[in-house]
């Protein structure tokens, strides 16, 4: 099954200042795959920044995070 932006439930989606930035970082946090933890996107608008990791010990032995073209992430299952 695939895991990412389009999949996973969105549990927080908000704009956020850090350090009186004036671009905001759109925080997005979407259910892990075990349901107990997230992931956690930021999307750095203005820049095109991408980042997204996993705060979740059980899904962060499972699976790293691969992000690609925009703002895009997916899971991939680490062998
Ligand atoms: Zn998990």
Known sequence: MEYND???KVI???DR???GANCPTRHIE???PCGKGKIINERVMGFGENYA?????KCA???EVVTGCGYFW?????D
């Open 17 to 19: 200042y850090p350090d």
């Open 53 to 57: 990791w996993i705060e979740c010990k």
């Open 30 to 32: 979407y259910l892990c």
């Open 12 to 14: 927080l989606d908000e």
């Open 74 to 78: 997916e899971l991939e299952e680490i």
């Open 61 to 63: 032995k499972k699976y």
């Open 6 to 8: 389009r999949t996973a």
